[in-house]
């Protein structure tokens, strides 16, 4: 006999999304579980992840369930803050340059995989919480310096703009955006991009 309610709570508890190995700890075996995809309880998100059907959850939390490692970044970032007005088509994620490719194959979120070497994805991370979910984000400060080092994937506006919001920002630190810009080897840039409407 399969408790519903008890895997309801439990979706609820993992922001929506839970893992293979949470349902059979909950008891369901694969057999079980297909049945309940079968009956339309559940939907599969990707291989080893899975929903509640009539539930959508946020594609903040799907990410941060299916992809634990991978930080928020670029105009995903920029839009969290409210630095920029434009909705990019996909998310954009740093992640390990040496992760598993294919696992970044899925239909939905959109999600497009910017690979970093690692010790570059611990620069300025950052959390915020959706329906209980911790999502990884990296800060104002070390956004600013990805703008920059991505200056020629973003449009002309995009950046000015960014760039502007972010020197009126009461919650920058600007001694944090020059720490991050010298292990990124781009202070010059910075000091000059910057500089100039601060």
């Not at 293979?20 to 009956?39: D, F, H």
């Not at 449009?155 to 720490?179: C, G, M, Q, S, W």
Request: hydrophobic share 35%.
């Amino acid at each position: 006999m399969i408790d519903e309610q008890k895997i309801y709570n439990e979706f609820e508890k993992y922001g929506g999304v839970l893992k293979t190995s949470e349902l059979n700890a909950l008891g369901l075996n694969s057999r079980q579980i297909k049945k309940l995809l079968e009956e339309g309880v559940l939907s599969k998100i990707k291989q080893g992840y899975y929903e509640l059907a009539d539930r959508v959850n946020a594609e903040e939390v799907i990410i941060a369930r299916l992809f634990p490692e991978a930080v928020i970044f670029l105009e995903s970032a920029l839009m969290h803050y409210g630095y920029t007005d434009r909705i990019p088509t996909a998310w954009q994620l740093a992640v390990d340059r040496d992760s598993e490719k294919s696992q970044y194959a899925i239909d939905y979120p959109l999600i497009e995989p910017y690979y970093q070497m690692s010790n570059y994805l611990k620069v300025g991370v950052s959390t915020f919480e959706v329906d209980g979910v911790k999502v990884s984000i990296f800060d104002r400060d070390r956004t600013m310096c990805d703008i920059m080092r991505y200056e020629n994937k973003l449009e002309k506006e995009v950046f000015t703009n960014a760039v502007k919001r972010y020197v009126k920002d009461p919650k920058k630190n600007i001694r944090h955006l020059f720490e991050y810009a010298e292990v990124f080897n781009i202070t010059n840039k910075t000091q000059s991009q910057i500089g100039k409407w601060l």
